[in-house]
């Protein structure tokens, strides 16, 4: 992840890829699966509007006080991909923090990043 005031150097190239004119700092985060990531079309008002959302399970911290984010995944077989951007709408996310009833239940928290756009989730061009 990393906060958008950062991506200044990201320039959408089309309407599925992006790429960076300079390096920008990702934070990684420890998770305990995969990423499932979806990606919705619908028409609203005549123009398309694109919903992803990634879903994970993970013991960190992910909202830092006042700050948005945007979030760059990896596919399994290497390409990497963009959940926001440096503009508005930017990603929601959301946390659901577990309380378990017994001491061998899990304690994770499931984070869901949403992110509606007129852009879907972009590849990241090298």
């Known amino acids: 992840?990393?906060?958008?005031?950062?991506?200044?150097?990201?320039e959408v190239v089309s309407e599925?890829?992006?790429r960076f004119s300079s390096a920008v700092t990702f934070s990684g985060i420890d998770i305990s699966e995969l990423v499932g990531v979806t990606v919705e079309d619908d028409y609203n008002n005549n123009q398309k509007v694109f919903t992803t959302k990634a879903?994970?399970?993970?013991?960190s911290k992910l909202q830092?006080?006042?700050?948005?984010?945007?979030?760059?995944?990896t596919s399994v077989d290497g390409k990497r991909f963009m959940i926001g951007s440096h503009a508005r709408p930017y990603p929601i996310i959301s946390e659901k923090n577990p309380y378990p009833e017994r001491p061998t239940?899990?304690?994770?928290?499931t984070v869901t990043i949403t992110w509606k756009s007129m852009l879907p989730m972009l590849l990241i061009e090298e």
């Open 1 to 10: 992840m990393a906060p958008v005031d950062t991506l200044s150097a990201m």
């Open 16 to 18: 599925s890829s992006c």
């Open 55 to 59: 879903t994970f399970k993970t013991c």
């Open 64 to 73: 830092p006080a006042g700050r948005r984010m945007a979030f760059r995944v």
């Open 105 to 109: 239940d899990a304690v994770l928290k």
